[in-house]
């Protein structure tokens, strides 16, 4: 298959974008967040329980770490979730 000599999105830059002052967003700022969005975090949620599950039943030592990460990754996005009902309720 021949080369287009087109730059392809994965072959740019793989470096951190760099926003613009106007174009950084302020702190504390508040987002809605509707029920089917939830739905798609909470699917994404269970996919990252099935990945660490699957991982936890290999037994493999060099895959603590991953679980580790997934699980604390899982556990920041829940409580990110819950603090937002909380603050819909204001």
């Known amino acids: 298959m021949a080369h287009s000599g087109r730059d392809r999105h994965r072959d740019r830059d793989p470096g951190p974008r760099q ?14 967040i509707t029920d089917a969005q939830r739905e798609r975090i909470a699917e994404c949620l269970r996919y990252i329980d099935e990945a660490r599950r699957s991982l936890e ?34």
């Open 19 to 32: 926003l613009d002052d106007d174009e950084r967003p302020t702190p504390h700022r508040v987002f809605r």
């Open 57 to 90: 039943r290999e037994q493999n030592p060099d895959n603590r770490e991953i679980i580790r990460e997934l699980r604390a990754s899982a556990d920041r996005i829940f409580d990110l979730l819950k603090d937002l009902e909380e603050v819909d309720g204001l």
